[in-house]
């Protein structure tokens, strides 16, 4: 009996030491020494990207330290890099010539390329000198009222690497601008583009006009169609208010065209949205009034849905057909190009080029509940769809795009037909030919393609023991059969860019909590030499420390889930900390780093106020792994995730005796924002303090892609042969009544991604509920919060310190740690 006294003595004044603890002040001042404009001045460059010379296996990268930035030039087969120039000399060159003074620390070089002979760079220098711009009387002519004759000189300079010689171009070729309305052909001889709802080209020549001077009279235009119209167009976008919709209704605008190789042909699509309902947002903080801004949005479950057509151009008829492709109702359609993603190099000009050949072009064809889905060819010359692979299942798709080989005899196709993302080879008539990979780990998208050598190199995580399974590799396989090859190992999440050939690769590798490096490989995995490592020196003289990964159950006590642990750089492991999760549900991606990222908003920086901060997934969450585990929210879009949240911090709270289980927050955006405000109402004895950002409370007011997809819909066939389609979904707001903790809900007013109404809906049923909760709304700002990131970043650290710290001590009105990062101006 004195045991048990005694063991209650002791828990009771464990409970009083750490209830003295509160209310603890919140460390705004570590909080603010990791600002983004601080960390900017603290790490530079983490990466090597590598552009990739034409016509050799050499490639040259930029890397800023805290001694300034360098640009190297390497050569694989030599096994050398070198630096471009001797920059001391060449800015003592430079400032000759400019008259403005540099030094080797600061050359301010833009535009930098390669010449055709890969011996000669070209970049360009701006001054300080003021000079007449070169059209201004043109200028002037077209625009009475124009005012600025002047701009900076901008000096173009070549230098030959060979001979170290450097040339200023006195008279340089005016450059191409990129306008994005220009659809330009593989051989530029034209562009096409839309205009008032139709389809236009022009040549090269008068397209070389429109780069000099867009609203020039005298340039050609050739109209391809007469039956365009607003809402059934074949181009244009959305993002304007109805004023700038009105005032730029005349200008050339980007239609999504897709080229034959030899130019002569095009494909589009034609997306008919006039029985789409229509929603709205208000620009409340215009000049000189406010404005509305009107788009279309199908939302999960409306008999209303984009209607789209797939087109077809031929230069050599001068005829646009439209394409038979119906197959399945409200049928989502899928162009293919031939461009892969990962190689990168310094094309001036990468043409949008259909896959296929100048017969054939590949697409896919998905029903409205992604259940199925077609990969077909169109045969230009029979006029026909040919459907080549199906994929069904009971649940959601997902396909990547498929590839090419052998002069596209053979395709390359993905797909989780067996629970798993994996590789498989057919041929051009669709039959298959063997599956490529196999097992219990997740390929994730090809790398290159060696044709030659007849091998696939692809990315894949989940492979390799004993690693976290989200961790990236290279591998590679042999098209004809055979077992997959490791080429970079190593316990590191890796990212890497490969030259066209297969022969190389510049390989990136971190994890959380390791210096970022860089080091360049061949095909085969052997190291070549490595190229580089961060320089951390400032950020670790700062205090910084890195996270700490974790690894813990999910609900079910058997899957295992993968997290990432931040404390506060002043942790004292004698003191009891509250704990917050930021968190996204998925299903499309998890919110957890698996490399080094210089992003310290949300997770670095929010723990420094005085916090213990987790990143973790949830079952339903990552794609990365089995199609189960993807798919485990399928069908409950709110709660799927919410019980492995609560699960991590009853198993971090076992763990570590400086977590205080009774102080719980949490956070998240967009999903994350619904997932944080859902959290605090189905556990609110476990969540205490949420702040939820442009969140979809109510998924079934969200857009049609996400939400059906992820939640699911109900495809009906009536006897008479009608399809319909039934969405029902849980939402946040029916669920106002178990509010406990404290909830602040935030949304930027002008957001036409996760619309206002989620937010404020919540808002409406909590107050019908009778519930104290906060409110914030952003003016003038999308769903990444753009300009006033920094001030919601403030507004959710006094949250969390007031409401999980305590400190009730109201801050400054001014937020002087914003006001230390700008210049007085006025």
């Known amino acids: 009996m004195k045991k048990y006294h005694l063991m209650m003595i002791l828990l009771f004044s464990i409970g009083m030491l750490q209830a003295q603890d509160y209310p603890r002040k919140g460390n705004y001042e570590l909080a603010a020494r990791y600002s983004p404009e601080k960390v900017k001045k603290m790490v530079f460059t983490t990466k090597v990207d590598p552009h990739w010379l034409k016509k050799s296996d050499k490639f040259w990268y930029t890397f800023q330290t805290t001694k300034g930035k360098e640009w190297y030039i390497v050569d694989p087969a030599t096994r050398t890099k070198k630096s471009f120039f001797d920059k001391d000399k060449l800015a003592s060159e430079i400032t000759k010539i400019v008259k403005d003074p540099f030094d080797g620390q600061n050359l301010p070089i833009t535009d930098l390329k390669f010449l055709e ?217 899928s162009l293919y190009t031939q461009t892969r993603p990962i190689t990168s190099r310094d094309d001036d000009f990468t043409p949008t080029i259909w896959l296929g050949d100048n017969d054939n072009f590949y697409f896919s064809l998905t029903s409205r509940d992604l259940k199925k889905v077609d990969i077909a060819r169109w045969n230009i010359k029979e006029g026909k769809k040919e459907t080549l692979i199906e994929e069904r299942s009971n649940t959601y798709i997902d396909l990547i795009k498929p590839e090419l080989i052998n002069d596209g005899n053979e395709i390359l196709h993905w797909s989780e037909r067996d629970g798993w993302g994996h590789f498989y080879l057919y041929d051009k008539a669709g039959n298959l030919k063997r599956q490529l990979t196999s097992g219990a780990y997740h390929t994730d998208r090809v790398a290159t393609i060696d044709e030659k050598g007849r091998f696939l190199y692809f990315i894949a995580n989940g492979k390799e023991q004993g690693e976290d399974p989200y961790y990236e590799h290279l591998y590679k396989v042999s098209l004809n059969g055979g077992n997959v090859s490791l080429v970079n190992g190593g316990n590191y999440n890796h990212t890497i860019s490969i030259n066209d050939k297969g022969t190389y690769f510049v390989d990136n590798y971190s994890r959380v909590n390791t210096i970022p490096a860089s080091v360049l490989y061949d095909g085969s995995g052997k190291k070549i030499m490595d190229l580089e490592e961060a320089d951390f020196s400032s950020l670790f003289a700062s205090g910084y420390k890195f996270p700490e990964p974790f690894t813990f159950k999910a609900d079910d006590g058997i899957t295992d889930l993968y997290g990432v642990m931040y ?218 919060y753009g300009d006033m990131t920094e001030y919601f970043f403030w507004k959710m650290g006094d949250y969390f310190v007031q409401h999980l710290l305590g400190d009730n001590t109201p801050p400054p009105v001014d937020m002087i740690e914003v006001q230390r990062e700008k210049e007085l101006t006025k």
């Open 117 to 333: 002979d890969e011996n000669t760079i070209e970049f360009k220098i701006k001054s300080t000198q003021e000079v007449l711009k070169k059209d201004w009387e043109e200028i002037k002519e077209k625009n009475k009222s124009a005012k600025d004759s002047l701009e900076k000189k901008t000096y173009v300079f070549r230098y030959n690497l060979q001979n170290q010689q450097l040339t200023e171009i006195e008279d340089p070729e005016q450059e191409a601008k990129r306008l994005a309305w220009a659809g330009i052909s593989p051989d530029s001889s034209r562009v096409v583009y839309a205009k008032n709802d139709n389809l236009f080209w022009m040549d090269k020549a008068n397209f070389l006009k429109a780069v000099k001077d867009d609203k020039d009279s005298t340039i050609v235009e050739h109209q391809i169609t007469t039956d365009g119209e607003k809402d059934y167009s074949y181009g244009g976008g959305r993002g304007e208010d109805n004023v700038e919709e009105e005032k730029n209704k005349d200008n050339r605008k980007r239609a999504g065209i897709f080229w034959s190789a030899d130019s002569k042909q095009f494909i589009t699509t034609r997306s008919d949205v006039r029985k789409v309902k229509d929603l709205w947002v208000i620009h409340h903080t215009k000049d000189p009034r406010p404005t509305l801004e009107t788009y279309k949005y199908a939302m999960p479950g409306e008999k209303e849905q984009p209607i789209t057509e797939l087109m077809h151009y031929s230069f050599e008829n001068e005829k646009l057909s439209k394409l038979d492709i119906e197959t399945f109702k409200d049928q989502t359609v």
């Open 567 to 784: 404390k506060p750089f002043d942790f004292d492991s004698t003191k009891v900390y509250p704990i917050i999760e930021y968190v996204y549900p998925g299903p499309q991606t998890e919110a957890v780093n698996k490399d080094f990222s210089a992003s310290l908003d949300r997770t670095d920086r929010l723990a420094q106020f005085g916090f213990v901060v987790v990143t973790l997934g949830n079952r339903g969450g990552h794609p990365g792994r089995s199609k189960w585990y993807h798919n485990y929210g399928y069908g409950n879009l709110r709660d799927y995730g919410l019980a492995d949240k609560k699960a991590a911090i009853e198993q971090l709270a076992d763990r570590h005796s400086f977590i205080d289980r009774n102080k719980v927050g949490i956070h998240g955006h967009s999903g994350g924002g619904f997932m944080s405000t859902a959290a605090m109402l189905v556990y609110p004895d476990v969540f205490k303090v949420a702040v939820s950002s442009a969140g979809n409370h109510e998924n079934n007011i969200y857009n049609r892609w996400w939400s059906e997809k992820h939640h699911g819909v109900k495809e009906q066939i009536s006897p008479k042969g009608d399809t319909t389609f039934v969405y029902k979904v849980e939402k946040n707001p029916d669920l106002a009544a178990n509010l406990k903790g404290r909830l602040l809900l935030t949304t930027g007013d002008v957001d036409n991604n996760v619309h206002p109404a989620g937010t404020i809906r919540m808002a409406n049923a909590l107050m019908k509920a009778n519930k104290r909760f906060d409110l914030l709304l952003l003016p003038g700002q999308r769903h990444g």
